[in-house]
């Protein structure tokens, strides 16, 4: 499944943990996770989310805020393996991109015991505690820019919010693969944006174009997070990039009027031509 991420020949199982016939090894975390994220693709000393992000984002999904939409992505990839062929029989294998401390993957895996899932994360705090807390996942530290798999192997690739490079996606994604992207719809946090910018620009509602995928179906998922307590509204802040803006005399306004914030998402669902090498 892996390859090696500094000169993508395939990496090998040993004692230690993984191997390339060029002698690069990559060992096996306590965990059970790989760390294939090299220096030179790093931007940062410790990219990702933080420990302390991490967790507020575990309390807040666990505590099913977001549940909504991680019942939708059950239900489209539900709909899509019913849709594969009836001749193909064998397991299908799935690629979490940016799958963080492994919320959506847990509960897909639940969903569909029948899929054998990969995470990656640029985050290895992310990936440390997706891996202690669901040891069947199989996780890396790795860039989405360079996905360090082979060729034509995932079945089906999950992208929440994650930025990632086209062609890779293409590149991992065997033929008639199903891609799902989940990305901000027009009125996302706009209670919040409100409250931040004099102006507020609502996200697009075009539909990306996936290179090597066609695009299959759309759907909006929309609904209003209502916190009772501080500590829910301050989660929240600390697992979007919206957080950032706001001020300590602002987040002590919200968490004191504690206001209702729409959370407003677009699904979309994509397919790898059939016929695609």
Known sequence: ?????????????????????????????????????????????????????????????????????????????????????????????????GCGEGFYSYRLAQALPQLTLYGIDISKAAIKAASKKYPKLHCAVASSYQLPFADNIFDMLLRIYAPSEPTELARVAAPGAWLLTVTPAPEHLLQLKQQIYSQVRLHPDSIQQQQGFHHHKRQQLSWMFQPKAPVELEQLLQMIPLGYKVNAELKAQLCRDLPAIKLDFYLDLYQRDPSAC
């Open 1 to 97: 499944m892996y390859r090696c991420p500094l000169c993508q020949q395939p990496l090998l199982a040993n004692d230690a943990g993984l191997q390339c016939q060029n002698r690069h090894q990559f060992d096996r975390a306590r965990e059970g996770y790989f760390h294939l994220l090299p220096v030179q693709q790093k931007k940062s000393l410790t990219p990702g989310d933080s420990a302390e992000m991490i967790q507020a984002r575990r309390a807040f999904l666990e505590a099913g805020f977001y549940q909504p939409l991680s019942d939708a992505v059950n239900q489209l990839f539900i709909e899509a393996l019913a849709a594969r062929a009836v001749d193909d029989r064998r397991a299908p294998v799935l690629l979490d991109i």
